[in-house]
């Protein structure tokens, strides 16, 4: 199985100020038909996962556009441009390009 | 709008068996495959395993932590997944949830607490 580490585990974040959440898998997240099927889901206290962003880069339906994803074959970066406080919660990288699924251990993103 | 709401969940005694559903909407549901997933308190996620099309031959897999106890159903007819779970242990209490591969929107999810 596809192994999937973020960095940090924690991120404490001023209002306003940027935020960078990192994500390494095992092996590279191309899959066969050109697509790197490498997600971001924001999941708030008490709440299901979100889906933020999918095949890197791309925003969901709904989602701030202070939100972006980039990076390339295994080194995967989510970035929060103004962190306001709606956005404390974990953050969880997850693959989809390799079967089964797997996930990163999330980031706790939460105010100073 | 995609919409995913999963039910069936609830208290049951380890070694004993319940069977989760999973309503779909907002997608072709008999062309995606369906994937569960689940999170115990406090924890990350965890997959648990999946269902794919009919033009997949409705092909299962599952995680070795369910394997064998835990089967993966579906009918497109209801636009309806499901998830049998038998011979429950402790540690598969969690909420479950169903995402689908076409587009990975996550429902609300639904509860299992195993415990005497």
């Known amino acids: 199985d596809i192994v999937m580490t973020q960095t940090p585990l924690s991120s404490p974040v001023t209002l306003g100020q940027p935020a960078s959440i990192s994500c390494r898998s095992s092996?590279?997240?191309?899959?066969?038909?050109?697509?790197?099927?490498l997600s971001w889901l924001q999941q708030r206290p008490g709440q299901p996962p979100r889906l933020l962003i999918y095949?890197?880069?791309n925003r969901f339906s709904g989602v701030p556009d202070r939100f972006s994803g980039s990076g390339a074959g295994t080194d995967f970066t989510l970035k929060i441009s103004r962190v306001e406080a709606e956005d404390v919660g974990v953050y969880y990288c997850m693959q989809a390009t390799q079967f089964p699924w797997t996930f990163g251990q999330g980031t706790k993103v939460e105010i100073k | 709008e995609v919409q995913l709401v999963e039910s069936g969940g609830g208290l049951v005694q380890p070694g004993g068996s319940l069977k989760l559903s999973c309503a779909a909407s907002g997608f072709t549901f008999s062309g995606s495959a369906m994937h569960w997933v689940r999170q115990a308190s406090g924890k990350g996620l965890e997959w648990v395993g999946r269902?794919?099309?009919?033009?997949?031959?409705?092909?299962?897999a599952y995680a070795a932590s369910v394997k064998g106890r835990f089967t993966i159903s579906r009918d497109d007819s209801k636009n309806t997944a499901y998830l049998q779970m038998n011979s429950l242990k402790t540690e598969d209490t969690a909420v479950y949830y169903c995402v689908p591969a076409a587009i990975q929107v996550w429902g609300q999810g639904t509860l299992v607490t195993v415990s005497s």
């Open positions: 269902i794919r099309s009919k033009a997949n031959s409705y092909a299962t």
């Open positions: 095949k890197i880069s």
């Open positions: 092996q590279s997240l191309v899959h066969s038909d050109g697509n790197t099927y």
